[in-house]
C-alpha cells in the first residue's frame, strides 16, 4: 500500500509525497493506477523527509518534514531542484530536525511554512526560490507555551486576504501574520480555557475546536465568541483539521476514521464513519476535496475512499502500486554509507535482497524482471517449514 497525508490535483491526477515512501508519486483519478516520478536520495531512514505539498504554476513545492531542504518538482519536465532552508540562530535538538513544517499558506507568490517541532517561520518566493526567515515570533510565542512537548502551530491555517491565522494547542490564542509585511500578532480569546485543534473560515464565521473536541463560532475579528452543543459529555471527538465545503465545515477525528460536519445554515450536525467495526479504531491519515462534491480519504492501514456528499456514499477504492513500488525500490541506493533501511509495504525484505543481489551481479541499468527476493523468501519460508 501508499500512504499519503496530502496531494495536489492536476489534470485527473494526484501528485502526493509518500508517508511510507520517501519520493513522489501520481495517481490517475480514473483508472487508480499510481506512477513513480522521484525518489529522494536518503529513502528509508524512518522518518520522512516531506509530508504537505503545494502546487504553483507548474511546479508542487514540497516543504520539509526530516529533509535539509524545501524540494519543488516541475511537472512539465519531470525535474526536481531544491531551496536552502534560512539558517536559524538558535540550538535545536537533533530529534526535532525531523519534523520541520507542516502548516502552510499561500499569498500571492509567497509560501510560508510554519513552525511544527522546528522552531522557525519561513517565507518562500515561489518565482525567484529566495527563502527568508520571519524572526521575533517565537520569543512572544513562548510566553503561552504551557507544553513544551506539544508542536508550535497546528495543520489548519485560516487565510483571509493577506491576513494568515494559526493555532496552538497550548494556549487560547490566535497567531495573526500579514503575509504582505511579515507582521505578527498575538489575538488571546479570553472565552476559552484551552488551546485550539482546528480553525476554518465558513463565509462571514470562524469555526474553532479545542484540544478537548468543544466546537466555538466566532466572526472574524474574534471578538464575540460562542460554544455550540456538539455530542454527549460522555463521548467526545478531537479533531485533527478542517475544511470548508459545499456550505459545510468537515472536521476529521484525530483518533478514528470519522468525519462530522457541520451545516453553516442550519448549525446541524451529521456523521460520515469509515468503521467497518468497533474494534477498527484505525485513524484517518488524509481527508481532502479533490471535486466540489466529493472527498478523499485515505486511512493509516491504506484504506481508500471516496465520500460523495450529494449521495451520501463512501466508495472504495483500490490504488494499484504495482509499477510505482517497482520503480520505487529500483531507486533505493543501496551504495550510501551507513543505510538503515525499514521494513514496509512499499520496501519489504525480498525487495531488499533483490537489491542486494542486482548489485551483486553489477547489473546496474536494473532492467532484469527477475524477483530474486521473492524467490529467496519462498525458499527460506519452505526451509522453515
Not at 486576504?161 to 511579515?182: C, R, S
Not at 505578527?184 to 478537548?212: M, P, Y
Not at 469509515?274 to 479504531?281: F, K, P, T
Not at 484504506?303 to 456528499?309: G, K, L, Q, S
Request: proline share 3%; hydrophobic share 40%.
Amino acid at each position: 500500500m501508499l500512504l499519503f497525508e496530502d496531494f495536489v490535483v492536476e489534470d485527473n491526477k494526484l501528485i502526493i509525497p509518500g508517508e511510507n515512501a520517501n519520493g513522489i508519486f501520481q495517481i490517475d483519478i480514473e483508472s487508480w493506477k499510481s506512477h513513480f516520478l522521484y525518489g529522494f536520495r536518503r529513502s528509508l531512514y524512518g522518518k520522512r523527509e516531506y509530508g504537505r505539498c503545494v502546487k504553483y504554476k507548474n511546479k508542487v513545492f514540497l516543504p520539509p518534514m526530516s529533509a535539509e531542504k524545501i524540494t519543488v518538482y516541475n511537472i512539465e519536465k519531470s525535474l526536481v531542484e531544491e531551496i536552502k532552508i534560512p539558517q536559524i540562530d538558535c540550538k535545536i535538538p537533533q530529534h526535532l530536525k525531523g519534523e520541520k513544517f507542516f502548516a502552510y499558506s499561500v499569498w500571492k507568490n509567497m509560501l510560508y511554512l510554519y513552525a511544527w517541532r522546528y522552531p522557525a517561520i519561513i517565507r518562500v518566493d515561489m518565482d525567484t526560490y529566495n527563502a527568508k526567515a520571519v524572526l521575533g515570533w517565537k520569543e512572544l510565542f513562548d510566553k503561552y507555551v504551557t507544553d513544551t512537548q506539544l508542536v508550535y502551530f497546528r495543520k489548519d491555517v485560516l487565510t483571509d486576504g493577506k491576513y494568515a491565522y494559526l493555532i496552538t494547542w497550548n494556549y487560547p490564542v490566535i497567531f495573526q501574520l500579514d503575509m504582505e509585511t511579515m507582521e505578527f500578532t498575538f489575538i488571546e480569546i479570553q472565552h476559552c480555557q484551552k488551546g485550539f485543534s482546528t480553525i476554518c473560515l465558513a463565509g462571514s464565521k470562524v469555526v474553532l475546536s479545542d484540544r478537548e473536541g468543544d466546537i466555538y463560532i466566532t466572526d472574524r475579528n474574534f471578538t464575540e465568541i460562542n460554544q455550540i452543543e456538539f455530542g454527549d459529555k460522555d463521548k467526545k471527538y478531537v479533531f485533527k483539521e478542517s475544511f470548508y465545503l459545499d456550505g459545510k465545515v468537515w472536521f476529521v477525528s484525530s483518533l478514528i476514521k470519522l468525519l462530522v460536519c457541520l451545516d453553516c445554515t442550519t448549525w446541524q450536525f451529521d456523521y460520515v464513519s469509515m468503521n467497518r467495526a468497533q474494534e477498527d479504531v484505525q485513524r484517518i491519515l488524509c481527508a481532502k476535496p479533490i471535486s466540489s462534491h466529493e472527498i478523499l480519504i485515505e486511512s493509516t492501514i491504506g484504506e481508500t475512499v471516496v465520500y460523495d456528499i450529494r449521495k451520501k456514499e463512501l466508495i472504495q477504492i483500490n490504488i494499484d502500486i504495482s509499477d510505482s513500488k517497482r520503480e520505487y525500490c529500483k531507486s533505493v541506493d543501496l551504495n550510501m554509507p551507513d543505510i538503515v533501511l525499514y521494513e514496509n509495504p512499499m520496501y519489504l525484505l525480498e525487495d531488499f535482497v533483490s537489491g542486494l543481489t542486482l548489485k551483486q551481479q553489477g547489473v546496474l541499468d536494473r532492467t532484469q524482471e527477475d524477483n530474486f527476493g521473492s524467490v529467496i523468501m519462498s525458499t527460506m519460508a519452505g526451509k522453515l517449514k
